[in-house]
């Protein structure tokens, strides 16, 4: 074991009190994050969000006991007892008149869709809709605010790309522009409720791993926040589409690159121009050469949408791939049909929430609902680790250590799991089931080669990806404890204790083992912390 993996906390590490009681209080932190701040992430506040929108401002809907006026606006108090882990709108209200439930429409998936996305061969062009400009997140649109700001008449209403033109025209209006829409994301972001509603369809698309391929004219970064991809923002970037992972086409620019940013007559002339004849448009053809367009949050009138379909009609000519457009206006069904589109009314997450269901049946796609338990499985073993340090001293019981790291390796797991679950990383039940025998190798070969404690980390890392695949039953029997040699691992500090004891003369070449590590690198009051670095086959990552 090199000491490289293996760090000591304690007395050796500039913490203070018996046995690190500052990093308990660390971890003490960390559960509740994890507890409360992913509890959010994967069931929303806890409340049922009823958003209905009758009026100008969106009123948020709540069981009548839990409603109270103020100035005009409905709030709720929090969901507590058996309703506080029910998903966001689980709980009754009234659909027909709910923002976020009234566009769900029924549909009928094409079989094509389903095969194209079972080859990965799916890409997503996603507009504004789908983003910040919707009532849902703002009550205002951008353009809505430009054109006030600019005191135009209520009927002069001018294409958004000269609305742009006419602001940038003023002393330093490029300058203002762009810090008015960074200031707008700034919003969004500062308010988690907003912000989950300008993710939703991000969120929900994030675990549909079947797709790593996305196109924007969005200059939010929320495929990058939310779905893990790489974003392809300037014509150097657009040579490299074919990389691995997931990417994101910023046709428009980004708000991360303010020079990138396209808005005004002057932009989408050059914009065009490299569309016809640079890199841009290459890597677009080469792209969806062989590729499924799906199409979400455009409008039959948005210009975006209409010049990017026509430019891939008229270049791709009769090898133009079929494309679907995710859209809410049944009126432009004809007009759809004529651009060569398949309409799907619906809404966009809901879309994205069928069609997962549907693969969900085909044994390889892992339901999102398989990863809510994950947080508090991440809680239990950062609190089985804090008792086993507490109730046994590594000096006289230096077997622990094993144990130790055991549960160094289900944290690092179970926290790996959270932290890329929105790139789609452990959704894929084949690929977890890959990682679990590649890993089940890796402890084979560490236990031949005697490091003792890079096999228990593999052991416990190894079991946190069991657990992800498991059913209800399965779960229950996840061991938080480890003793070396053992068929039947411990699940309780008690059991633990027991099968201690019971392991004997089994055990005792590890003991020896574990009191010279003890003696050689732990201090009197230092525990044993294993990193996410392995010795053997260190090529290899976790």
């Not at 926040?225 to 990417?247: H, Y």
Request: proline residues 3%; charged residues 25%.
């Amino acid at each position: 074991m090199s000491r490289a993996n293996l760090v000591r906390s304690g007395s050796g590490c500039q913490e203070t009190g018996s046995r690190g009681e500052r990093r308990r209080e660390w971890r003490s932190q960390v559960r509740k994050f994890y507890v409360e701040g992913l509890r959010s992430r994967f069931f929303g506040s806890g409340t049922c969000f009823g958003l209905r929108a009758d009026a100008k401002v969106v009123v948020i809907m709540a069981p009548r006991s839990a409603r109270f006026k103020r100035s005009g606006i409905s709030a709720l108090d929090g969901v507590s007892g058996k309703n506080a882990r029910k998903p966001t709108h689980d709980l009754v209200h009234d659909k027909s008149t709910c923002v976020m439930c009234r566009d769900r429409h029924a549909f009928i998936v094409p079989d094509h869709l389903l095969k194209q996305l079972s080859k990965q061969n799916v890409v997503i062009f996603a507009g504004a809709g789908v983003s910040t400009e919707t009532a849902s997140v703002f009550p205002w649109s951008l353009y809505d605010e430009i054109h006030e700001s600019l005191g135009l008449a209520e009927d002069n209403k001018p294409a958004f790309s000269k609305l742009m033109s006419l602001y940038c025209a003023r002393p330093d209006g490029r300058r203002e522009l762009l810090e008015r829409v960074r200031a707008r994301l700034a919003y969004i972001r500062g308010f988690p409720e907003i912000y989950r509603a300008a993710t939703r369809f991000h969120r929900e698309l994030s675990t549909l791993f079947y797709v790593d391929t996305y196109v924007t004219t969005n200059w939010d970064d929320f495929f990058e926040r939310e779905c893990g991809a790489t974003p392809l923002v300037n014509a150097e970037d657009f040579v490299f589409w074919n990389v691995g992972g997931r990417k994101v086409f910023k046709l428009h620019g980004s708000v991360s690159n303010f020079g990138s940013v396209i808005a005004t007559d002057e932009d989408y002339r050059q914009a065009q121009r490299q569309l016809e004849r640079g890199t841009l448009g290459s890597a677009l053809k080469l792209m969806l050469a062989t590729k499924t367009i799906v199409y979400v949050g455009y409008s039959f009138s948005d210009y975006d949408f209409l010049n990017i379909h026509r430019y891939i009609s008229r270049e791709l000519k009769e090898i133009a791939p079929v494309a679907y457009i995710v859209s809410l206006d049944r009126s432009a069904r004809d007009r759809f049909k004529k651009l060569g589109l398949t309409p799907i009314f619906t809404d966009a997450a809901h879309f994205v929430q069928v069609l997962k269901r549907h693969f969900e049946a085909d044994g390889h796609y892992l339901p999102d609902a398989r990863l809510d338990d994950i947080p508090f499985a991440l809680s239990r073993a950062q609190m089985e680790h804090d008792r086993l340090h507490r109730t046994l001293n590594v000096t006289a019981n230096p077997e622990i250590i094993y144990s130790a790291c055991y549960q160094d390796g289900l944290i690092h797991a179970f926290e790996r799991i959270l932290s890329r679950s929105h790139a789609g990383d452990y959704s894929h039940k084949c690929t977890v089931a890959l990682k679990v025998q590649k890993y089940n190798s890796m402890r084979k070969e560490n236990l031949h080669a005697r490091r003792y404690l890079d096999a228990a980390y593999i052991e416990g890392y190894m079991n946190a990806l069991v657990y992800l695949l498991s059913g209800d039953e399965g779960r229950a029997h996840l061991p938080f404890y480890f003793v070396c040699g053992v068929d039947r691992q411990p699940v309780t500090l008690a059991e633990y204790k027991k099968a201690v004891k019971a392991s004997g003369r089994l055990n005792k070449k590890f003991k020896l083992l574990a009191k010279r590590i003890v003696r050689e690198q732990l201090g009197p009051s230092d525990d044993l912390h294993h990193t996410p670095f392995l010795t053997w086959r260190a090529e290899s990552a976790l």
